[in-house]
């Protein structure tokens, strides 16, 4: 095999087949888990797992053909790089250690010091993702699909009792705000939108922007994403218009500085912040008048016997112009959803039904409890996700035949408790 780009480094990394090293600074290396190839900027493989000198550690990998790749590509200027762990290249050229935009310097694997030129030459690239272990036993017995539904329900039970936490610490309905927001931020604007609903509460929003344009105002203000706070001499259309004029009548009133830390890069267009805060907007301005506790609650009822309905209750579908457009001034190839059936789902089944749930048992409400279970049991099948993707194949499971939320979540719960971090004995596959 001839080792004469980045790809193919990272096909030699992907097979584990190589996993014992020094790095540059004398550290013994163990890869136990290669990780998972990245779809976001700032690293190449994520969730990595080794052994620094006996001592397991998770986190990132940057591969490199060349060592300087690192300076070259300008990821010691990049904040995005932050999160790396182990920088891994073919060959050395230039100086290390590698340093983070933070000031951090991180640590360097020289690939082929330890690669036998036989063992490159023989090298055949396998499977992207290892089967796991412990999945040919519970296939033989019929019952790997119970042990993953018991797993979806653990990790609804946590959500409810996070949201449980949350209650008593806050008003309902503002805990339910908070939890949509975060839905709606993906992991990448998780944080953002946090810490946006925290800073601009439902309350205020309800009492200080009537009408439509003045709540997207206020919310794209306090997000620091107006057309004027991001690109002063981009051109406003009406769309943009609107909402500057209304966060000059509304903005002086929110005492505290509007939310940084939004990501854009590698964001598909229908999934743009100022897009997701549009979406948002329009959504509070639906259940003004009936609140956004009392209108989705009840949607939860008219939804035990056809659990699309909550889908229709979070959706955003006919809006002439952020079905064309992504940002302001900006359109996107093909016209969608502001809200689409998926990202409806997404917030029912990791957001409204948890948040029910736990609501219910505060209030002593057995009834709202039971339809929020039963219909979080009964929900259909979310959008396939790069995590639900990667151990469907790895527990060699069809994902798009007879798969429900509850499963998928199940598949969640036992690569974020035990399979990230490769836990193998103590995961309950085992």
């Known amino acids: 095999?001839?080792?004469?780009?980045?790809?193919?480094?990272?096909?030699?990394?992907?097979?584990?087949?190589?996993?014992?090293?020094?790095?540059?600074?004398?550290?013994?290396?163990?890869?136990?888990?290669?990780?998972?190839?990245s779809t976001r900027a700032g690293c190449?493989?994520?969730?990595?797992?080794?052994?620094?000198?006996?001592?397991?550690?998770?986190?990132?990998?940057?591969?490199h053909l060349m060592s300087d790749g690192w300076q070259k590509h300008g990821h010691h200027r990049d904040p995005a790089y932050n999160g790396i762990m182990l920088h891994v290249a073919m060959w050395q050229r230039g100086r290390l250690p590698v340093s983070l935009q933070d000031g951090r310097s991180i640590p360097t694997v020289i690939l082929h010091r330890y690669i036998p030129a036989e063992a490159l030459r023989s090298f055949r690239p396998g499977s992207r993702v290892k089967p796991c272990r412990n999945r040919r036993r519970y296939l033989r017995e019929g019952v790997l699909k119970d042990v993953l539904l018991e797993a979806g329900r653990q990790r609804f039970?946590?959500?409810?009792?996070?949201?449980?936490?949350?209650?008593?610490?806050?008003?309902?309905?503002?805990?339910?705000?908070?939890?949509?927001?975060?839905?709606?931020?993906?992991?990448?604007?998780?944080?953002?939108?946090?810490?946006?609903?925290?800073?601009?509460?439902?309350?205020?929003?309800?009492?200080?922007?009537?009408?439509?344009?003045?709540?997207?105002?206020?919310?794209?203000?306090?997000?620091?994403?107006?057309?004027?706070?991001?690109?002063?001499?981009?051109?406003?259309d009406d769309e943009a218009s609107a909402m500057e004029e209304a966060w000059r009548c509304l903005g002086a009133a929110i005492p505290s500085p509007v939310v940084s830390g939004w990501r854009m890069a590698y964001i598909r267009p229908p999934n743009h912040p100022v897009r997701r805060l549009a979406g948002l907007g329009y959504l509070l301005q639906r259940y003004e008048c009936a609140g956004l506790l009392n209108g989705l609650l009840s949607k939860i009822c008219e939804a035990e016997q056809k659990?699309?309905?909550?889908?229709?209750?979070?959706?955003?579908e006919e809006v002439p112009y952020w079905s064309g457009h992504f940002d302001f001034g900006r359109r996107q190839s093909r016209p969608s959803a502001l809200l689409g059936k998926s990202r409806a789902a997404e917030i029912a089944v990791n957001a409204v039904l948890p948040f029910a749930a736990a609501y219910a048992r505060q209030m002593k409400d057995r009834a709202l409890e039971s339809r929020a279970i039963h219909l979080f049991n009964e929900y259909h099948a979310l959008q396939r996700n790069e995590l639900t993707g990667y151990m469907?194949?790895?527990?060699?499971?069809?994902?798009g035949k007879g798969f429900s939320a509850c499963l998928q979540q199940g598949l969640l719960h036992i690569y974020h408790g035990w399979c990230r971090v490769k836990d193998c004995r103590a995961c309950p596959l085992s």
């Open 392 to 399: 469907a194949e790895a527990l060699c499971l069809d994902d």
């Open 157 to 236: 039970e946590q959500k409810a009792a996070k949201y449980a936490g949350m209650l008593g610490q806050e008003e309902p309905t503002q805990v339910l705000y908070q939890g949509i927001c975060r839905a709606l931020g993906y992991s990448r604007n998780m944080g953002p939108f946090e810490e946006l609903s925290s800073r601009l509460r439902l309350s205020f929003l309800y009492e200080n922007a009537k009408g439509l344009h003045n709540k997207m105002g206020l919310l794209m203000g306090a997000a620091g994403l107006l057309q004027s706070q991001r690109s002063p001499d981009f051109p406003l």
């Open 307 to 316: 659990p699309s309905v909550l889908d229709v209750a979070l959706m955003i």
């Open 44 to 63: 190449d493989f994520q969730d990595v797992v080794i052994q620094v000198n006996g001592e397991k550690a998770v986190g990132d990998v940057e591969v």
């Open 1 to 37: 095999m001839k080792v004469d780009s980045e790809r193919t480094v990272a096909k030699l990394w992907r097979s584990g087949r190589f996993s014992s090293f020094e790095d540059d600074t004398g550290n013994g290396i163990e890869v136990v888990y290669p990780g998972r190839e």
